[in-house]
């Protein structure tokens, strides 16, 4: 019963807020061409994804490799061009956007990327990797660029501030790398943050320290987070929402709480199945894993994306049919047949 007040509490909440990012029928296709001539066919990347970010919130999307997180990211950041549907940012289409426009919503929207040391120029130093993107967006001042790399530095837990910003990115640990990763993304005061796979790189030792340092930041900034990740042990740590992604679909959403403790679609049971636990008394939880691979996203199978790996699946509907979105307990929505 108290869980289920949080959860209602954590939905009206999010309901009065206002819509930074909505997508709205989202389609990324990516043409194969045969020799360099004609259109062999298209890899749907992103196939029909649709949902709202508020203010302020954070989200996870998850899903093993090849789903199609990376590419609704990168059309999320405007590195692709849809082929249908819109990305629309606190009112504005992103698609629709000039030189003018993109440069404004790439001062709005923060990066984190998964290799801290590969995102990290070598030749420069942490205060030049920080200063570059305070002078690219036109802050001329030099006093007020010092003071905000000061600031972000501190905010990522980098101290003493001084002894880091003459360093080189070979100079720092994995943790530090990823702690500069983090401060850059945040040193232009943007709304929204897209991290992806931030800590699959690090050790485990310090992997929870840069997610509450990531959730702490959110919470302090007022930021909006995209968190993408193939690891549900770790959404429980910094994501209000889950939405699980498969084959280029979104196939569930909901709370965090009500997926973890109720799971609805056989992929989700799946994925909780490869996840590692610590805990000794969950050793035997979820141990029915789907045979196969996932599906060729260009030449995906009718129906559910899912049939041929599901042991539930439904003959003569799951393999025919696309399911829509069901809605079996409230704000949890879920494409599978089994809940019509």
């Not at 880091?164 to 943007?190: C, D, N």
């Not at 889950?242 to 403790?261: N, S």
């Not at 439904?314 to 979105?325: F, K, Y």
């Amino acid at each position: 019963m108290a869980e289920t007040q949080v959860v209602q509490t954590s939905e009206a909440k999010r309901d009065m807020r206002k819509v930074l990012l909505s997508i709205q029928n989202l389609r990324v296709w990516f043409e194969l061409r045969r020799f360099g001539f004609g259109v062999a066919g298209y890899v749907r990347a992103v196939d029909d994804v649709s949902f709202d970010l508020h203010e302020g919130e954070a989200i996870a999307v998850v899903g093993e490799s090849g789903c199609g997180k990376s590419s609704l990211m990168k059309t999320i950041l405007g590195l692709y061009r849809p082929r249908e549907g819109k990305v629309v940012f606190d009112g504005q289409v992103i698609g629709e956007m000039g030189r003018r426009g993109l440069n404004w919503y790439r001062a709005q929207v923060g990066y984190i990327q998964q290799d801290p040391y590969g995102a990290l120029p070598p030749f420069m130093s942490l205060q030049r990797i920080l200063d570059e993107p305070l002078l690219i967006g036109g802050l001329r001042n030099k006093k007020e660029r010092i003071r905000r790399i000061h600031k972000v530095l501190g905010e990522v837990k980098m101290h003493p501030v001084e002894d880091f910003l003459p360093k080189f990115p070979h100079m720092l640990s994995g943790g530090q790398q990823q702690r500069t990763v983090i401060a850059r993304a945040m040193i232009r005061e943007p709304k929204l943050i897209v991290a992806d796979e931030p800590v699959s790189m690090l050790d485990a030792s310090v992997r929870v320290e840069i997610l509450k340092l990531l959730r702490g930041l959110q919470e302090s900034h007022d930021l909006s987070f995209i968190y993408i990740t193939h690891d549900l042990s770790t959404v429980k740590y910094f994501s209000e929402r889950i939405f699980v992604m498969y084959a280029g679909k979104l196939v569930e959403k909901g709370p965090i709480g009500q997926i973890l403790r109720n799971p609805l679609h056989p992929y989700t049971f799946a994925l909780m199945a490869a996840t590692s636990d610590p805990d000794a008394k969950n050793a035997d939880t979820y141990k029915e894993v789907p045979p196969g691979e996932p599906p060729s996203l260009v030449k995906p199978p009718a129906g559910c994306r899912f049939h041929p790996r599901c042991a539930r699946a439904i003959a003569g509907l799951c393999d025919q049919q696309e399911p829509p979105e069901f809605e079996p307990e409230a704000n949890h929505q879920v494409q599978c047949w089994l809940y019509q």
